[in-house]
């Protein structure tokens, strides 16, 4: 069974994309990288074609910075199952994406180049907002 959830049956998508536990994660960087990324869009489907659907519209340079939070994000969510399974400690969706924050702003700083928005910069007081209609935002994704 899938660690975060146990609920449903554990493959990589289901813990990655899929599983409510991601798609809180999910939300929050949705909304961190800025008004009207979606990342959770086409989900549920075929994965090659949510990640192309994704990266296809932008340019070089937005698709490396996209790629990289979407790559630090399934990367942090893949660590917080292992954490689970092998530390049998638990870290809340939003510890979680401070992590994936700090990933992709460390990855920028190692390039040399800003690869994140002014839209990325989004204050702590948007997340606590955000937290506070999770539930409707969750109903709205399903
Ligand atoms: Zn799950």
Redesign the pocket.
Known sequence: ????????P?TAS??CL?????KEIWLLVSNWVGSGANLLTGVDGDIHEWWNRLLAPLNANQRRLVAAILMDTTWNIWKERNRRIFDNTTLRPDQVFELIQNDVLTGRRASGTPLLGEELLVSQVFMFSFRSSSDREQASIM
């Not at 069974?1 to 449903?8: G, I, P, S, T």
């Open positions: 069974m899938c660690a975060l959830c146990d609920q449903v554990e289901h813990i899929q599983c409510c536990y991601a």
